[in-house]
């Protein structure tokens, strides 16, 4: 696959790593912050991130199945980020060719309506069934934002080891 | 989504998901714990002496009061024979501990490290020392899930200690006061006043402060008054609880045989309109 920052060809990706790296993106959901509505979600900032770089890999039903374990934690109705996770990644799969021609910056702006959909999911279903709109819980949109500033360093750090030199002269180094 | 908040019939899909996932929480509640025990460790002697001599003082006052009100009960239970009243339920205690706080930007809950394996059930109070916290709302074998008082609509019935008026407190969401609803202009409050749990709706048992009133406004046109008040309890606080495991008194006599077609309610703290669907 093409890195269109660089102009490279990137290594194959590893799935091991795509998994670990999802694995420590629910843990990282799991830490016990408190009930703030700013902290970014890790999970469908790597799930998104996937999405678009990998979708054979990691498609709708990994979202869903992660998303129904963040309802549990959530102790949210239980579809509701499966739902959510699921639209989201459908999006940013079908997304993925338009996004990875961007640069960084551009894609992260191009996220924004997805993180925004994704945090503000739970209100706007709260909103229908029971009618009433929470405006304080609308704060989630800073969520997306800190989400969407996260995504250049989300990029760095999981494409790091696909942008690892092939073959590696121990004896001259540069 | 729609099926879950009906009729509850994902209960199975949810219980095995959390019995896979909370085993992933404890462990990333290990940097928190360690960090609070290390903090813990190094306080220092002259606060722990501090705190000692407040813990003797405190424990003595309690002693007297604890040997006071043991007389008391028993006066109470003869003087309720005597008036042929309905016996107070007793009921057991059981520590809890706050595990964590979900985000979730609806709701206002935390989660607690005892669950139905424990004895504990569905719409038992949870209470700290100064008064009610909240209640069980959902339960799992080892674990529970806890509304606060503070939570949307989550309603508790008590009385004003000062001359017994009885009314309702609601929780207006996260870091909103809490309301007293539906009391005429007239009704004697005054700010300040102690709001106790009533135990009227047979969840609560009676007398635990809930709540202080803060702040009134009184409205002549509508002949309404709005009353705010906050929680007596620290909500967001402190990680120890106790919960009051207090058999719930669906029928207003205990001795008087239910109906045999008539089910007593459906789960506790669910409020009726949501059980629409299921009739």
């Known amino acids: 696959m093409i890195d269109f920052q660089s102009g490279y060809i990137l290594r194959p990706v590893n799935p091991a790593f795509i998994y670990f790296s999802l694995f420590c993106a629910l843990l990282l959901n799991l830490l016990p912050i408190g009930n703030y509505g700013w902290v970014p979600d890790w999970l469908i900032l790597c799930m998104v991130f996937w999405n678009i770089h990998q979708h054979r890999y990691v498609g709708v039903v990994w979202a869903f199945a992660f998303g129904l374990i963040m309802d549990v934690h959530n102790s949210d109705l239980l579809g509701l980020h499966a739902f959510s996770y699921s639209l989201v990644s459908y999006i940013a799969i079908s997304w993925h ?61 999981l494409l790091a080891p696909q942008r690892r030199p092939i073959d590696v002269d121990h004896n001259r180094p540069i | 989504m729609l099926i879950d908040f009906r009729y509850q019939a994902l209960n199975p899909i949810r219980n095995n998901v959390n019995w896979l996932l909370r085993p992933l929480e404890y462990i990333m509640m290990a940097p928190r714990n360690f960090f609070e025990a290390s903090s813990d460790y190094f306080t220092t002697r002259g606060t722990l002496d501090q705190e000692n001599r407040q813990m003797k003082a405190r424990q003595a006052e309690l002693s007297l009061l604890a040997n006071q009100s043991e007389y008391l009960q028993v006066e109470n239970d003869n003087l309720r024979q005597l008036m042929d009243l309905q016996k107070q339920v007793s009921f057991k205690t059981l520590p809890v501990e706050i595990l964590f706080n979900p985000p979730n930007p609806i709701s206002q809950r935390v989660v607690i490290n005892r669950g139905s394996s424990d004895g504990l059930k569905l719409g038992n109070p949870i209470a700290n020392g100064d008064g009610i916290l909240g209640q ?57 006043d102690i709001l106790l749990t009533s135990g009227i709706d047979g969840v609560y048992p009676p007398g635990f402060a809930v709540a202080v009133i803060t702040r009134i406004e009184r409205n002549a046109d509508k002949n309404s008054s709005n009353v705010f008040c906050v929680p007596v309890a620290p909500v967001n606080r402190y990680r120890q609880a106790l919960a009051l495991l207090y058999d719930p008194q669906w029928n207003a006599k205990a001795s008087a045989p239910t109906a045999p077609g008539t089910t007593p309610s459906s789960a506790p703290g669910r409020r009726q309109t949501r059980t629409r669907g299921m009739q």
């Open chain 1, 97 to 157: 060719r338009r996004i990875t021609a961007l640069t960084v910056l551009t894609q992260a702006f191009h996220l924004l309506p997805i993180f925004l959909l994704v945090s503000l999911f739970p209100v706007l279903v709260h909103w229908v069934l029971s009618g009433q709109l929470y405006w304080w819980a609308l704060t989630g949109a800073l969520q997306a934002v800190i989400e969407v500033m996260l995504w250049p360093l989300a990029t760095r750090i």
């Open chain 2, 136 to 192: 069980v709302v959902r339960i799992y074998d080892h674990s529970a899930e806890v509304s606060l008082l503070e939570d949307r609509d989550f309603a508790v019935p008590v009385q004003v200690a000062r001359n017994g008026l009885r009314a309702a407190v609601f929780g207006a969401g996260r870091g909103n006061p809490l309301e007293l609803r539906y009391l005429p202009v007239a009704s004697d409050l005054e700010v300040g």
